[in-house]
Every structure is written in structure tokens, then in C-alpha cells.
């Protein structure tokens, strides 16, 4: 497996076991990680306007 799919796998089981996606991101990836990425996307999409 790549490091990619293992952490796919991780974030999915803590949601399938009742963890909302956030915090599953951000158990994973570390405190804020889930913001950072909800910010570049936004970010990123208003750029392409």
C-alpha cells in the first residue's frame, strides 16, 4: 500500500466508526490540517474565477 492509500484507510475507518471528517483528517494529519485544506481549496477555486 502507499503512504497515500494508508491514509485514506485511516481517515475512512474513523469516519465508518462514527468520527466526523474533520476530526478523522485531523487525527490523522494533525490538529488544523483539515482547515488548511478547506482554505486552499476555497483559496484556489475563487483564483480560478
Do not use: E, F, H
Amino acid at each position: 500500500m502507499t503512504t497515500n492509500q494508508i491514509i485514506s484507510l485511516r481517515i475512512t475507518t474513523l469516519v465508518a466508526n462514527g468520527m466526523d471528517i474533520k476530526s478523522a483528517v485531523d487525527s490523522v494529519l494533525g490538529c488544523g490540517t483539515y482547515n488548511s485544506l478547506a482554505s486552499n481549496l476555497y483559496d484556489t477555486l475563487r483564483a480560478s474565477k
